[in-house]
């Protein structure tokens, strides 16, 4: 059975193991999505909830809301037929005055609590810091510079703490300038196949919330993830399964494909085999050149990762199951 709340009234009320490793422990989360101008006095949050299904949980995370006068603007539930799990994703308003930060998080823990919950995770995007992240990059670079220009235009909720790539890139150049101007570190650690230097990466993102590999042409080991213990996201350039290894826009362009596509997902010891995020498809036809084949391939990419990170910044990816997400 598969149900869904969904309203616009107003209510008073890393390896996959380490995927979303959120627990109701948690009092602090980061990023940005939700308009704040709804009232000078009102501020939005939100919160998720992941636990086994009982009769109930709705009524009683509304009631938490509604008892310190939150007013509910929207609630998803999802119950998978067959399965005896629960995940709902609310999103509210408040008065931080009469429902401060720290007593909310003690409020939904109690529920979490009482249900058993295997995640329950709240954010207000006014008061708590942004995901700290990591882009990982090889030789391309146009998902890197999509990824900029968002952040700067204020339309991706993350603060970058550093670049690394295991291609240089000239002191001169737009994307070396950016960075120097807004003060995000580059590192150039340059690869062999006997070694991946992951041991020096590792130290550089140690305070980093999640990885983004945008573009990132090497394959993590297992090691690396398990010493990470944090979510790392890929951006793949097809349809999972797809073209793999080298020019695999060449390839589906060769063998003369009508869909190409793009794949954002977790990243897990098993090869682009990770729990899927996001997908998005775009028609080729006989009249594309290899030229404006790879552009629309490389636009897809783009497009793909930055919905997919802005996903996970607002609390809407959720793990179901093994191999999949839940994304509200």
Not at 69 to 88: A, C, H, Q, W
Not at 158 to 177: G, K, L, Q, Y
Not at 206 to 234: C, E, H, P, W
């Amino acid at each position: 059975m598969i149900r869904r709340v969904s309203t616009t009234s107003s209510l008073s009320a890393t390896a996959f193991g380490s995927f979303m490793k959120w627990s109701f422990k948690s009092s602090h989360f980061h990023g940005e999505s939700l308009d704040s101008s709804v009232s000078p006095l009102l501020i939005p949050g939100v919160h998720v909830f992941h636990c086994p299904d009982v009769v109930g949980i709705v009524a009683k995370l509304s009631d938490c809301i509604a008892a310190k006068g939150g007013n509910i603007l929207g609630y998803d539930v999802f119950v998978p037929e067959n399965k005896n799990v629960f995940y709902s994703r609310s999103e509210f308003i408040f008065d931080p005055v009469k429902w401060p930060r720290r007593q909310m998080g003690e409020d939904f823990e109690t529920i979490a609590r009482k249900f058993n919950a295997m995640s329950s995770v709240v954010r207000v995007p006014s008061l708590d810091p942004k995901y700290k992240i990591a882009l990982l990059l090889s030789k391309q670079d146009h998902c890197l510079v999509e990824m900029l220009h968002k952040w700067q235009d204020g339309k991706l909720p993350v603060d970058i703490t550093c670049v690394i790539s295991n291609h240089e890139r000239a002191p001169n150049t737009h994307i070396m300038r950016f960075l120097q101007r807004h003060g995000i570190s580059y590192h150039y650690l340059p690869t062999t196949d006997q070694n991946k230097i992951e041991e020096e990466i590792l130290e550089l993102v140690k305070d980093t919330d999640f990885i983004v590999l945008a573009r990132y042409m090497q394959v993590l080991s297992g090691n690396f993830l398990k010493g990470y213990g944090k979510d790392v996201i890929n951006i793949h350039h097809g349809l999972l399964p797809s073209f793999k290894g080298r020019s695999p826009a060449k390839q589906a362009f060769d063998a003369g494909v009508k869909l190409i596509g793009a794949t954002t997902h977790f990243v897990t010891e098993e090869l682009d085999s990770g729990p899927i995020i996001e997908q998005m498809v775009e028609r080729v036809s006989h009249r594309d050149n290899l030229r404006s084949f790879v552009q629309k391939s490389e636009d897809l990419e783009k497009k793909c990762l930055m919905k997919a990170i802005k996903s996970y910044c607002e609390l809407r990816v959720l793990p179901y199951g093994t191999h999949k997400t839940v994304v509200f």
